[in-house]
């Protein structure tokens, strides 16, 4: 699912903050992708969930990866590995925001913080910041 994204009304500039939102449940769909594409600071450039269409008990009209990728003009994931391994999207990632279950929390930051230590090593001056619901592990 690595295709280029298709690009709305909002112009997407270098000086946005590019964000990937990992978790694209109801807590996701219902603030953290409309708050993040509704801001003209933020290119909102992927979404990564495991499940083609996520479910959950407190909302069961969640939309599928397919439809958010094309709602929000932006790249679907299916792992966090996946992003990472996007070499390209991933070194031009400003932040991203993991909303996942929360017996996931410890094992997606573990991901994200293997690439924070890459840009470390490569001396790489570009920061990656993490937003994490909490709670961070459980």
């Known amino acids: 699912t690595n295709e280029e994204p298709i690009h709305g009304t909002k112009a997407k500039t270098e000086t946005n903050a590019n964000i990937a939102v990992i978790g694209a ?57 996946e992003l990472l391994e996007d070499t390209k999207l991933c070194s031009t990632l400003d932040g991203v925001v993991i909303a996942t279950p929360h017996a996931t929390h410890f094992e997606t930051f573990s991901d994200i913080i293997t690439e924070i230590d890459f840009r470390r090593s490569n001396n790489d001056s570009k920061p990656l910041h993490v937003l994490m619901e909490k709670p961070m592990s459980t």
């Open 25 to 81: 449940g109801w807590w996701s769909q219902g603030w953290h992708l409309p708050s993040l594409h509704n801001n003209q600071r933020c290119n909102l450039v992927a979404i990564v969930d495991t499940s083609p269409h996520p479910k959950s008990n407190l909302n069961p009209d969640l939309e599928p990866l397919t439809m958010l990728a094309q709602k929000y003009q932006t790249r679907i994931y299916s792992s966090t590995e």
